[in-house]
């Protein structure tokens, strides 16, 4: 492959919300999926797991348990006070006012596959843990190990890799965070997902019904060349 049609790939991808009515075949799903494990990962651990859902009722399940997160903090004063639920950082392109907050578009997605991050016990986090009660450097440490975050870190990879295979399918998806930040318990409650792992992404996936355009900033502002 050449490096421009690589290019092409990675640019054409945009995160798609809306999808047409039409079933995704689950061995494009797997296929993705064990592509996706081929991403880089800390120890190579292999930490990640997918839960693949396809049926409209557990698809529905998962939505409603995200708005209902969503209601409840909406119904909070504070929401009010410090400007309610994120909107996109850049305006729409050609425009400059800001767009409106996203509709969760989940339940109409004929499928989703939401993506773990197993748990496992890092025996430097206990010497840094046990450490820090006594030393500085050790609670310093500790907090730069709790940024560094591996674990997320390597699951991020996996699904950066599955959001480029499915584009690359012809599919459509999204990586989302934020309706789990209201409602990651509920939904591990319908996928009856185990104590040693955790939600950490939702991903809808579908045919694309829309088209969004991308914008990123110049390379000039977000690199920098060392000399
Ligand atoms: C960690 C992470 C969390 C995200 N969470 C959401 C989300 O909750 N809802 C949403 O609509 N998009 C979400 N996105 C998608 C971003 O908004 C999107 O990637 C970004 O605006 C750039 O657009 P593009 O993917 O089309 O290039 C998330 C992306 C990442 C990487």
Not at 32 to 42: D, H, I, K, S, Y
Request: net charge neutral; glycine share 6%.
């Amino acid at each position: 492959m050449e490096t421009v049609e690589l290019a092409e790939l990675i640019k054409n991808r945009r995160s798609i919300r809306a999808w047409e009515d039409k079933p995704v075949p689950e061995e494009l799903l797997l296929q993705a999926v064990e592509l996706a494990t081929w991403a880089p990962n800390g120890a190579n651990a292999q930490l990640w797991y997918f839960y693949i859902v396809q049926d409209r009722n557990d698809i529905k399940a998962v939505a409603d348990a995200a708005q209902a997160g969503r209601d409840v903090m909406t119904s909070w004063p504070e929401m009010a006070q410090f400007g309610g639920f994120p909107r996109p950082v850049s305006p729409p392109p050609g425009t400059s006012a800001p767009s409106p907050p996203r509709r969760m578009p989940l339940g109409d997605a004929p499928a989703m596959i939401l993506v773990g991050a197993k748990k496992r016990e890092n025996p430097m986090d206990k010497v840094l843990a046990e450490r820090a009660k006594v030393d500085e450097k050790a609670a310093e440490m500790l907090q730069w190990s709790s940024i560094l975050n591996p674990r997320i870190q390597s699951v991020s990879a996996g699904i950066a890799y599955l959001l480029l295979v499915l584009h690359q399918m012809g599919l459509g998806a999204t990586w989302m965070t934020g309706p789990l930040a209201q409602s990651k318990g509920d939904v591990e409650k319908i996928l009856k997902v185990p104590d040693g792992m955790d939600i950490i992404a939702l991903i809808p996936v579908g045919y694309p019904a829309d088209n969004p355009t991308g914008q990123r900033r110049p390379v000039s502002e977000v690199c920098e060349v060392m000399k």
